[in-house]
Structure formats: structure tokens, C-alpha cells
């Protein structure tokens, strides 16, 4: 589906997490949003059969299982993925998803938005559901009608900060602001995605690496920053990359505009590029790495300027469900929409 190439929202490494659930007596909910690819295990334990997912006890009554989770990144829902993976005679016949906003976390009377309606679902299986609707979540509702098991829960769509984050130096990369991957010349042996992740790689398989090139060409990506940005320093970081580090880096704007001269690098090591106080601002990063081979991560900090903070504020409030709107007008004294973002605005 469409919805696939976007981030997932609910990404462990974002700060994604499974925070509630009313039941988890056979296979813990935090493998929900575990970064890992599924494990298939096949020893008994305790409890019976090992799964890497969550899973119910059988239900003897009406109702249904439901669990909680935060979004690292909250934002606009563009779809999910229910993968049951190895769960082949215990998985739930239908799910359903709903979604919340809420401030500081807490979940007392938080109100629903049914994003994906009961649909039925088949085992072993990465089962999409597209979602069609504009509002910023922060968190979501995955229901099991009536248990079963999941094993992963990816939640993938656009990240909408709250403009109260994008205030002094920040990563403009960063996923939870809104940086993503637009595109990139070659994705072999990993996605680029990988870059952008907060915190330093653990190995080389947490970065981004190429087929190696037999022409006279050379591999890029393409990065969207959250907004325009003043940059102040870019790290190009090829931690763990050791016999297959680029020989030469350069960095764009994308469309031509010198933001880092080409430049040897060197492997296993975070390169940092101060950038000019009187450069220009730039709301694309194209990395272009000489002539092929692979990084960690991609750092880019700077200060969105003042239009791109104004048109975070904006696209937030006019992305805030009725709910959490009502929440936000009370806490600032705003009488609708406008007023709070005239406030918002104004605060920056």
C-alpha cells in the first residue's frame, strides 16, 4: 500500500512504547513495537508456546483485548500494519484501531477517533489497513476482537510536532520533527530510513549501505528537514563502516546549492561540517557519497527560522482533534483555532 514508505510513528526508537494493556498473559506487549524483525521460537515455556508478539489468554466471556500505544513521533495516521506473524492458530479474526491526543500523557477520559473499523485479519500475515483521516494522534487503540495474538504494530504516517519543540538548536532531521527520506539512488543492503534514527548505530546493519557500483556513477539520498532551516553544523557519521566507508561525501540543498564541498572522509568515524552563520537556509539535505558504500547516521542542526516554525503552528492546530483542541485552548486562555495560533505563533 501507499502508506508503506512512510515512518512509523510508532517506532521504539522514536520513543514509541505500549503503555497499556488489559490482558498479556501469554506473550508480552511490548514486543509490539519492537524494531526487530519477527523471531519464530520454537521451545514451550511456563505459560505454553513462546511468541515474539503479544498474546491473550482464551477468552471464556464476551469482550474483547485491546492495547495502548504511544507514538514516538505523533502526527497523522496514513495506515497500519497488524502483523501476525507465526501467530497461525491464535490470531484475532478482526481488529479495529482507534486514536486519541492527548497532553503529558495521561489517558484519564481521553476520547476515541475509530481510525480502522472492525476488519477481519488473517494469521501469519502483515495485514495493512489504510486510515483516512487529518487529525494529529499521539496515541492509538489496537483492539483484538475477541484475543489472539500480534506480533508487531507499525503505525505509518506524518510526524506533526508541537511547535512548543522546535524552539533553539534542533535536529531538522530527525523523524520526530518531520524529517524523512524523500529518496535515495540505491537501497540493497539497507534503508536509508536508518540515518535519521536517534542515537548513535549499534553495527553497520543500523545504517545505510549500497550495492557496490561497476560504473562511473556515484549513490545519493535525498532528506527532508522538518522546515527551512539555519543550518550551524551537519554530521555525516560512518560509525562501523570499515572497509566500505564512501571515499568522498558532498552535501546540497537538492537543488544545486553547496551546503559541504565534496571531501574525503574517512571510515568509523563522525565527521562534523560546521556550516557558514551566513548560509543560506535550506529545507533539503541531498547527500551525495563518492562512489558508492554506506554510513550510520545524519545529523543536521540548526534553527527553523521563523516561516517554518509559523507553518509548524499551523499545520499542528489545524491538525488538533476537537478534543485536545478544547484541552489547549483552556490551558492558554484562547478563545478558537486562531487564537491559539496567534499564541503559539507569538511565543516563538
Not at 4 to 22: E, F
Not at 89 to 100: A, E, I, K
Not at 339 to 345: A, I, Q, S, V
Amino acid at each position: 500500500m501507499s502508506f508503506l514508505h512512510l515512518p512509523d510513528l510508532a517506532a521504539r526508537a522514536l520513543g514509541g512504547a505500549v503503555v497499556a494493556a488489559n490482558d498479556d498473559f501469554f506473550a508480552d506487549r511490548a514486543a509490539l513495537v519492537q524494531p526487530y524483525p519477527v523471531r519464530e521460537h520454537p521451545e514451550f515455556g511456563y505459560r505454553g508456546k513462546v511468541y515474539d508478539g503479544w498474546e491473550t489468554r482464551r477468552r471464556r466471556e464476551p469482550g474483547v483485548d485491546h492495547a495502548i500505544v504511544r507514538l514516538g513521533a505523533p502526527g497523522i495516521v496514513r495506515g497500519v500494519v497488524v502483523d501476525t506473524a507465526y501467530f497461525r492458530g491464535n490470531y484475532p479474526p478482526q481488529v479495529s484501531v482507534d486514536g486519541t491526543a492527548v497532553e503529558d500523557h495521561d489517558l484519564t477520559g481521553a476520547v476515541w477517533t475509530p481510525l480502522v473499523a472492525p476488519s477481519a485479519a488473517q494469521g501469519d500475515t502483515a495485514n495493512a489497513y489504510a486510515v483516512d483521516d487529518d487529525h494529529r494522534f499521539t496515541h492509538l487503540r489496537l483492539t483484538m476482537h475477541p484475543d489472539g495474538g500480534v506480533a508487531r504494530f507499525r503505525v505509518h504516517g506524518e510526524a506533526v510536532p508541537d511547535p512548543r519543540d522546535l524552539h533553539g538548536t534542533v535536529d531538522a532531521a530527525t523523524p520526530a520533527l518531520g524529517g524523512r527520506i524523500e529518496d535515495c539512488s540505491n537501497l540493497f543492503y539497507s534503508a536509508p530510513a536508518n540515518l535519521l534514527r536517534p542515537g548513535p548505530a549499534r553495527d553497520m546493519g543500523e545504517g545505510w549501505e549500497t550495492a557496490r557500483r561497476r560504473d562511473d556513477g556515484n549513490d545519493w539520498v535525498l532528506v527532508a528537514l522538518a522546515g527551512e532551516t539555519r543550518l550551524r553544523e551537519v554530521v555525516f557519521d560512518t560509525s562501523h563502516f570499515l572497509g566500505n566507508a564512501p571515499g568522498w561525501v558532498g552535501i546540497t540543498d537538492g537543488a544545486g546549492g553547496v551546503v559541504v564541498p565534496r571531501r574525503p572522509v574517512l571510515p568509523d568515524t563522525p565527521h562534523r561540517f560546521r556550516i557558514a552563520p551566513g548560509a543560506v537556509p535550506v529545507s533539503r539535505l541531498r547527500v551525495d557519497i563518492h562512489p558508492d558504500g554506506g554510513f550510520a547516521r545524519l545529523r543536521a542542526h540548526g534553527e527553523l527560522t521563523p516561516a517554518a516554525r509559523a507553518a509548524a503552528a499551523a499545520r499542528f492546530v489545524e491538525a488538533l482533534p476537537d478534543a485536545h483542541l478544547e484541552t489547549l485552548l483552556r490551558a492558554h486562555g484562547a478563545a478558537d483555532r486562531a487564537g491559539l495560533l496567534d499564541l503559539l505563533t507569538a511565543s516563538g
